[in-house]
T-cell receptor, first 113, second 114 residues
Framework: SAVISQKPSRDICQRGTSLTIQCQVD?????MFWYRQQPGQSLTLIAT?????????ESGFVIDKFPISRPNLTFSTLTVSNMSPEDSSIYLC??????????FGPGTRLTVT | AQTVTQSQPEMSVQEAETVTLSCTYD???????LFWYKQPPSRQMILVIR??????QNATENRFSVNFQKAAKSFSLKISDSQLGDTAMYFC???????????FGTGTRLQVTL
């Protein structure tokens, strides 16, 4: 399985600001995914990031709010823009494991005040 | 759209006992994949077990096994010889393939007690 790291592990931000979350994988992967887990809730996919192409966003998520970069096969960033308290969540990146499973990073806990 | 339902928000089991977590799903696809993930308080999502829909044999991984009933669209997880380290949120998830997103259920919080 891939080893995935995320930075920062947690942050407290003021409303109206932006935060960029980094996801680093120890091997080259084609597909990376970004999920949001709101407090006490399940995981919801924000977008799929394929290297060399624009990210594909799920219904309810837009690029202006959650811009994603995927500059190479081991790295991706997710930015949460113009934050509000409703954006307080855990944000997780994952990668396809080569078969059909996905492996997850440790998550970034974001609190917006 | 595919949906995944976990009807047990919380469960408790004594150490060394067996517990079964329920999951049902809805899909019109014939080929798909089902997973159980564990999320301990550290919040790291850990893959517990996977099942391919085209396989009739139920998957097993050490103390973890599934009961996959394709016609009933049911996918339950059995944990045998429960250990304190099994305390976590357990999520059932569905996917249609390698490049496909995971659709998660709402989770079951499992508490293993002495």
């Amino acid at each position: 399985s891939a080893v995935i790291s995320q930075k920062p592990s947690r942050d407290i931000c003021q409303r109206g600001t932006s935060l960029t979350i980094q996801c680093q994988v120890d091997s080259q992967v084609t597909m990376m995914f970004w999920y949001r887990q709101q407090p006490g809730q399940s995981l919801t996919l924000i977008a799929t990031a394929n290297q060399g192409s624009e990210a594909t966003y799920e219904s309810g998520f837009v690029i202006d709010k959650f811009p994603i970069s995927r500059p190479n096969l081991t790295f991706s960033t997710l930015t949460v823009s113009n934050m509000s308290p409703e954006d307080s969540s855990i944000y997780l990146c994952s990668v396809s494991g080569g078969r059909t499973e996905q492996y997850f990073g440790p998550g970034t806990r974001l609190t917006v005040t | 759209a595919q949906t995944v339902t976990q009807s047990q928000p919380e469960m408790s089991v004594q150490e060394a006992e067996t517990v079964t977590l329920s999951c049902t799903y809805d899909t019109s696809e014939n080929n798909y994949y089902l997973f159980w993930y564990k999320q301990p308080p550290s919040r790291q999502m850990i893959l517990v077990i996977r099942q391919e829909a085209y396989k009739q044999q139920n998957a097993t991984e050490n103390r973890f096994s599934v009961n996959f009933q394709k016609a009933a669209k049911s996918f339950s997880l059995k944990i045998s010889d429960s250990q304190l380290g099994d305390t976590a949120m357990y999520f059932c998830a569905y996917s249609t393939g390698t490049a496909s997103k995971l659709t998660f259920g709402t989770g079951t919080r499992l508490q293993v007690t002495l």
